[in-house]
């Protein structure tokens, strides 16, 4: 019996820090390395992650390897998103650590799915015509092998940090971009209308990544996961499950991702607390097939403060504002 562990954690702009800046590295890799080592993960999802440069080095994920040091995931490989032209993204990458073998893995921004453009309403100067709406982050996809002592056992391992709901910048209508102060409610409306139409776009790219590798290898075991900036019953995480409510046919069920929070009780089924809310964002979808070997999840919320006091006072806190999220397998 094979048990493997599996998580999602977005370490929020997880970086080294300029001389005299609080929190420094060192007090978040103090109070966030021991959340790594309870996670015991064989697989960890990671977002938010920021590239370091060296003189004379590629960009590399310094930060990350200093936190995964004397944790199990030390030494391991890390897997990332990265642009055209260095090692990896000076902000925001998507990593998967893991000990196992990677087989193969890829990333996808506008892939499967056109780039979309749009013609805003309230831009100052206005649009002469429409403008690309382009996604920030691209998606992240591996294939590992999951069983050492009996190899080509492969898990298809997709992670993703969809757009969040704070609304684009629209030019001329944003006073103080720090604070997110509008001149209209309009502009701001249209903002947030662009922010949900970069979501979406990146949940219809992963649901066409889930189908595409469905319709190769109907077997195939697939995990979706990571900070999905929306809440199970939202549509961008309607639209990766892809429920038979939904699409009204029952010849679609084999292709439904489930999310496994479900079997979290309600009353600790959060990621994020905002506002003295509890919310749901960082999921973990699986394939049917996959739940015979679904053991259970956790969700490591005890200590989250609520993210609304940072953005009120502008004081940064040590640990991120979300909680990690494992899932436990085991295969035979």
Request: glycine content about 4%.
């Amino acid at each position: 019996m094979t048990q493997i562990r599996i998580s999602t954690f977005n370490l929020e702009n997880f970086d080294e820090t300029a001389p005299n800046t609080r929190p420094t590295l060192t007090e978040r890799i103090a109070l966030m390395k021991p959340q790594i080592k309870r996670l015991r993960a064989d697989i960890a999802c990671f977002q938010e992650v920021h590239g370091q440069e060296r003189p004379g080095q590629p960009r590399a994920l310094l930060a990350l390897e200093a936190l995964l040091t004397g944790t199990n995931l030390d030494g391991a490989v890390l897997v990332s998103t990265k642009p055209e032209d260095d090692a990896v993204f000076d902000f925001r990458n998507l990593v998967i650590a893991t000990h196992l073998p990677v087989i193969k893995h890829e990333q996808l921004k506008n892939v499967l799915v056109a780039e979309p453009h749009y013609q805003r309403l309230t831009a100052n100067p206005p649009d002469p015509q429409p403008i690309p709406i382009g996604v920030e982050r691209p998606i992240l996809h591996a294939q590992i092998d999951i069983d050492h002592a009996a190899p080509g056992n492969l898990l298809h391992v997709i992670t993703v940090h969809l757009k969040s709901k704070i609304p684009s910048e629209i030019p001329g209508q944003v006073i103080d971009p720090k604070r997110g102060n509008w001149r209209s409610a309009d502009a701001w409306a249209e903002g947030s209308f662009l922010s949900s139409m970069k979501r979406m776009s990146q949940a219809l790219e992963v649901r066409r990544l889930v189908d595409q590798i469905l319709k190769d290898d109907p077997d195939a075991r697939i995990i979706v996961t990571g900070d999905f900036n929306a809440e199970p019953e939202e549509v961008p995480v309607l639209a990766i499950c892809g429920n038979v409510e939904d699409t009204n046919n029952g010849d679609l069920a084999p292709k439904v991702l489930v999310p496994i929070e479900r079997t979290v009780p309600g009353d600790a089924r959060y990621t994020l607390f905002h506002h003295g809310r509890g919310q749901m964002l960082d999921h973990m979808l699986v394939t049917r097939n996959l739940l015979a070997h679904y053991r259970g999840s956790e969700i490591h919320n005890e200590v989250l403060h609520d993210d609304s006091l940072a953005f009120a006072t502008d004081d940064k806190f040590p640990e991120s504002d979300h909680a990690p999220v494992v899932a436990t397998f085991e295969f035979d």
